[in-house]
């Protein structure tokens, strides 16, 4: 696998177009690749930025979360919240290199990474090309903020599913399925960086096991995607706590 990196300008509120910043410093390419876009700037690009003088972050967040809690459970004062089918913080609203913004994720992910793979694949003039949305997070009891999970995908198969196939010795794997998008974004995430590298695109190629479509994401794949609560294998610990029911509506 080849993860490339690749530099823009600094991309402000005055950047209104995500195909245009693509069209600007994307390589030429190839086919059966996959195109990671930071959520930042779709967000940016999307006009999703509210100045940080003008709300209150702790209602911003509360409203853009599915659940959250409050700062005072966080021993580093930090609101942890539920959005997107996944545990982050401070319902991914970052304001790292925004110039006094606070940016939100893109209003609909999966509509932008879908509206993205069309037009690469029409420019591009390539059949098998795939996009991801990236946002960073942390996992419990590891140090480090790292591409957990993606926003949203496009273009290829997210899970590649083990169930039922023999292992090594012959015995069938009962509940192991690859998350390829998000492996795909921790690898696209790791390196554009997460400090003042100014790369917020990465081509990702030679990814044999990349299970390629042809098309956006089905309703029903995408409903595979998430784990309902009751089925998580973490759901003891995430129903230890009171959550807070947040704005955001799914």
Same mark, same amino acid.
């Given at each position: ?12 509120q005055k950047d209104t177009d995500i195909v245009k910043i693509l ?150 794997? #009962? +509940?192991?399925? @690859?998350?390829?998008?998000? %492996?795909?974004?921790?690898? &696209? =995430?790791?390196?554009?960086?997460? *400090? ?29 995607? #998430? +784990?309902?609560? @009751?089925?998580?294998?973490? %759901?003891?610990?995430?129903? &230890? =706590?009171?959550?807070?029911?947040? *704005?955001?509506?799914?």
């Open positions: 696998m080849k993860v490339t990196s690749v530099k823009t300008k600094k991309i402000t069209d600007t410093y994307l390589p030429c390419l190839k086919d059966r690749s996959v195109v990671s876009v930071t959520s930042k700037i779709v967000a940016i690009s999307e006009g999703r930025m509210i100045l940080e003088k003008e709300t209150d972050k702790d209602k911003l967040i509360a409203r853009e979360a599915e659940y959250y809690l409050p700062r005072t459970s966080s021993k580093y004062n930090v609101m942890l919240t539920i959005k997107g089918n996944a545990v982050n913080f401070s319902s991914g609203i970052d304001e790292s290199n925004t110039g006094g913004y606070y940016v939100l994720w893109p209003k609909d992910p999966q509509a932008s990474a879908n509206k993205i793979r069309e037009h690469l694949v029409k420019k591009h003039r390539k059949k098998n090309l795939g996009v991801i949305i990236t946002d960073t997070s942390s996992v419990p009891l590891r140090w480090g903020q790292r591409g957990v999970f993606v926003l949203a995908h496009s273009g290829f198969s997210a899970l590649n599913s083990y169930i039922g196939k023999p292992d090594v010795f012959g015995r069938p794997f #009962k +509940m192991t399925s @690859a998350a390829i998008a998000d %492996a795909l974004g921790t690898s &696209a =995430v790791l390196v554009m960086g997460e *400090g003042a590298e100014q790369t917020p695109l990465a081509v990702i190629e030679d990814i044999p096991f990349v299970k390629f479509q042809q098309r956006n994401p089905t309703k029903r794949e995408l409903a595979k995607l #998430k +784990m309902p609560l @009751a089925d998580d294998l973490y %759901a003891p610990l995430l129903k &230890a =706590v009171k959550w807070r029911k947040g *704005g955001f509506k799914t």
